[in-house]
């Protein structure tokens, strides 16, 4: 089920919710670099894929304005290694 991410840059913060819950990824920039810091995702809506959908939103998002990515989460780095078609944005 992909979910509808929004993106609050001033927050610095990957979002969206589902039924009532609000799940996040938050990331800090270092110079050319995205670092995804954390991603979190409430038990009460686990499991539904929506971490997933919050990492590809931050990687797409880096894509579009010519980022490299540094997963510093673990989930974020898990989540590389199941997406190989994202390894060329790794920096």
């Not at 929506?50 to 673990?74: E, H, M, N, W």
């Amino acid at each position: 089920m992909a979910v509808t991410v929004l993106h609050d840059p001033a927050q610095r913060r990957f979002y969206t919710e589902v039924e009532g819950v609000l799940a996040l990824l938050d990331y800090r920039l270092d110079q050319d670099h995205l670092v995804i810091a954390h991603t979190g995702v409430p038990d009460a809506i686990g499991g539904r894929g929506i971490a997933s959908d919050l990492v590809r939103a931050a990687f797409d998002y880096a894509r579009q304005t010519g980022l490299k990515v540094r997963p510093a989460c673990s989930y974020a780095a898990a989540w590389i290694e199941r997406h190989p078609e994202y390894n060329e944005q790794l920096g």
